[in-house]
């Protein structure tokens, strides 16, 4: 993949959303991190207070001749509940709003659209919200790849992760990478 383009999206916890990118086609690589906030720099505890502004999001990297920035936002879109403001599920806070963080004018136009799309579908209920620009903050190392490790071990994710694959498979069978 010569051509790769990234998108940053925020809808929940970012173990969550990583395992469901992870599973896309046209994506190479998923990074969770931090985005939003006001403190340079900020650790998971630091976020997880819900007092630096920031958002767990994930780094999408893929390719725009396999999957579209489109296809790519209606995925985050269909995957996550974007009518709960400032939680997903058992998460409350600011930190888990959900989000699109445009790497550019383009972008907002498709979040705009994106976002437009989701709402006709559904009654109009999205509380997602388009921000930045703002910087970008890997999440520590043991963060990354959770899903995989780590998260197949912990309740958490045992009951949040799978109902959200399924999701995945169900509502976009075309875009998920075959096993």
Not at 27 to 34: A, F, H, P, R, T
Not at 97 to 109: K, N
Not at 134 to 154: F, L, M, T
């Amino acid at each position: 993949m010569n051509n790769t383009q990234q998108a940053i999206i925020a809808g929940g916890c970012f173990w969550c959303t990583e395992a469901v990118f992870r599973d896309v086609v046209g994506v190479s690589g998923v990074e969770s991190g931090y985005i939003g906030g006001t403190v340079a720099d900020p650790t998971y505890k630091q976020v997880c207070s819900g007092d630096t502004g920031h958002a767990e999001a994930i780094r999408v990297t893929f390719d725009p001749e396999v999957i579209s920035l489109p296809e790519i936002y209606d995925v985050f879109m269909g995957t996550h509940d974007p009518t709960q403001l400032n939680r997903q599920g058992n998460d409350v806070g600011t930190q888990y709003r959900s989000a699109i963080f445009p790497l550019g004018d383009d972008q907002r136009t498709e979040a705009e659209a994106a976002i437009a799309r989701w709402n006709a579908e559904n009654g109009g209920k999205a509380v997602t919200t388009i921000e930045g620009p703002a910087q970008w903050y890997p999440a520590e190392d043991y963060h990354q790849e959770y899903w995989e490790g780590e998260g197949q071990r912990n309740p958490y994710c045992l009951a949040v992760i799978p109902p959200k694959l399924m999701k995945l498979r169900k509502s976009f069978q075309n875009k998920v990478k075959s096993d």
